[in-house]
């Protein structure tokens, strides 16, 4: 009986001596770093720029400055929580391609504000949303 108890905690030893270890930030649920220039994030970054213009009654339309930081939860899809700076461009909504539009830079229609969103995407099912954001003006 001592042999097998021997046995069994030697063979467990040598399992976890060969396994990977495994930090806190590779496990799911963990929050990590994101690359900003990553393509998943790049979306989420145009998916709440799209969303914040829809939202805000400015005529004018607001692009990224600044990608400030970009975190990423994996759960069932992925929570990312984006800082970014804002400023308000001289193009109207209406236009299409806003990342084109230079930054008014009028001092009286200077707009800046700097932007904490948390938005969660599940990419198999085509769905993608807003569930939480604050701004604060620079």
């Known amino acids: 009986m001592v042999y097998i108890v021997q046995f069994l905690l030697l063979t467990v030893a040598i399992?976890?001596?060969?396994?990977?270890?495994?930090?806190?930030?590779?496990?799911?649920?963990?929050i990590q770093?994101?690359?900003?220039?990553?393509?998943?994030?790049q979306q989420v970054?145009?998916?709440?720029l799209k969303f914040y213009n829809d939202e805000n009654d400015d005529l004018y339309a607001s692009r990224a400055v600044q990608v400030m930081s970009a975190k990423?939860?994996?759960?069932?899809?992925?929570?990312?929580?984006l800082k970014?700076?804002?400023?308000?461009?001289?193009?109207?909504k209406s236009q299409f391609n806003l990342s084109a539009c230079?930054?008014?830079?009028?001092?009286?229609?200077?707009k800046r504000e700097i932007c904490n969103f948390q938005v969660y995407n599940v990419p198999w099912e085509h769905e993608i949303s807003v569930e939480n954001y604050r701004c604060h003006s620079v």
């Not at 399992?15 to 799911?28: G, H, I």
């Open 102 to 110: 230079p930054l008014n830079e009028e001092p009286d229609q200077q």
């Open 15 to 30: 399992a976890l001596a060969m396994s990977p270890v495994v930090s806190s930030e590779s496990m799911t649920g963990a």
């Open 72 to 81: 990423r939860q994996v759960m069932a899809g992925t929570l990312y929580y």
């Open 45 to 48: 970054v145009d998916f709440v």
């Open 84 to 92: 970014l700076e804002l400023g308000r461009t001289t193009c109207t």
């Open 33 to 41: 770093e994101a690359d900003i220039n990553d393509k998943d994030v």
